[in-house]
């Protein structure tokens, strides 16, 4: 199983590190030319969905990753992942891959719950801790999107066929489940 990881800003090394001690092959993707090496799935990892929707753009790589994921390439977001691959931005303009049914609402915990950790259920996987950073959670799932988890009656993390999303960062703990429910749905022999 090889999988690239999103590089261009944000908490990608954490995901890479989670990935090969449970024994994944990954490399990082930071410019057009990575994306001619052969790969199994795709992590777009948590930081600044604005920052990185721009470099996407900026390094064109957003066409060509667009078109993968459209293709079937299975990808895990997480967190600004969640958003660039939201569908719908709840109360706001700027869509990004919009690959998923899903409708996302940015920082949508408030200044005060930026970031806190919960433990809640997440289907297939059970119980599983939780933290969220200045998190998006979803407020809307529809077409071929089913939610996966809740925290207080808010949509956390969701599945579309190949796609995985989650509002929180399974990568900052030392619960590897949620990347190995991903290395499954991926087809990791
Ligand atoms: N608030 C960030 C955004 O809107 C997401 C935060 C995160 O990825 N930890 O992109």
């Known amino acids: 199983m ?7 800003q944000g908490a990608f090394i954490e995901h890479i590190k ?29 930081g600044e969905s604005t920052v990185q929707g721009k470099l996407l753009c900026e390094l064109n790589l957003f066409s060509p ?9 299975p ?3 997480t967190c600004a992942g969640l958003i660039l691959l939201a569908s719908e931005i709840d109360g706001g303009k700027e869509k990004h891959f919009a690959t998923m049914d899903i409708s996302a609402r940015r920082n949508a915990y ?7 950790s919960a433990t809640a259920e997440f289907d297939g996987v059970g119980e599983f801790p939780m933290t969220f950073i200045r998190a998006p959670y979803i407020t809307r ?12 009656g808010k ?14 960062h399974p990568e900052l703990t030392d ?11 991926a087809g990791k022999p």
């Open 18 to 46: 989670m990935l090969r001690s449970l024994g994944a092959d990954c490399f990082e993707i930071r410019k057009l030319s990575d994306l001619e090496a052969s790969f199994d799935a795709l992590i777009i990892p948590g």
């Open 110 to 116: 408030g200044r005060q719950l930026g970031s806190f």
């Open 155 to 168: 949509i956390v993390a969701a599945r579309q066929g190949n796609q995985l999303v989650t509002a929180f």
């Open 175 to 185: 619960d590897t489940r949620i990347h190995e429910y991903f290395l499954n749905m």
């Open 2 to 8: 090889r999988v690239g990881v999103l590089a261009l």
């Open 141 to 152: 799932v529809f077409g071929k999107a089913k939610p996966l988890a809740t925290v207080d």
């Open 65 to 73: 990753i667009k078109k993968l994921i459209e293709n079937g390439l």
């Open 75 to 77: 990808v895990f977001g």
